[in-house]
């Protein structure tokens, strides 16, 4: 019997009032970052208020996956678009430790302390 293949990428896309979401599970390799690269950009080209990447169900997160972080960071700064990452697990939150991405960005537990952060940016 062949071994399963790994789980594929999800990308998914939701508004909320504050931002739009991109929720992300699976392995974030080279493989895979496209798809988020993709999402994000799609997300973007509604002109959101807010962007939050959630990182929650990423098992595995390379330096592909940094990269199109570091590029959301960049891109969010350029156009004064508040940005935040959800990240609470090993793989992610270690990740952005190393290459110190987590100074650079607004990191948070969960959606609702994200949107939380966004509600006060905005009073």
Do not use: K, N, Y
Not at 2 to 19: F, H, S
Not at 81 to 109: C, I, K, M, W, Y
């Amino acid at each position: 019997m062949p071994d399963d293949p790994a789980p594929a990428l999800t990308v998914r896309i939701r508004t909320v009032p504050e931002a739009v979401v991109v929720a992300v599970g699976g392995d974030l390799d080279l493989g895979s970052a496209p798809a988020l690269r993709a999402g994000a950009r799609e997300a973007l080209a509604g002109r959101p208020p807010a962007l939050i990447v959630d990182l929650g169900a990423v098992t595995f997160c390379g330096s592909a996956g940094l990269q199109v972080i570091a590029e959301l960071v960049s891109t969010a700064e350029a156009g004064r678009l508040p940005f935040a990452v959800v990240a609470d697990g090993r793989p992610v939150l270690r990740s952005l430790q190393v290459t110190r991405l987590d100074e650079t960005l607004a990191l948070h537990p969960t959606v609702e302390e994200a949107r939380a952060w966004i509600r006060e940016l905005a009073a």
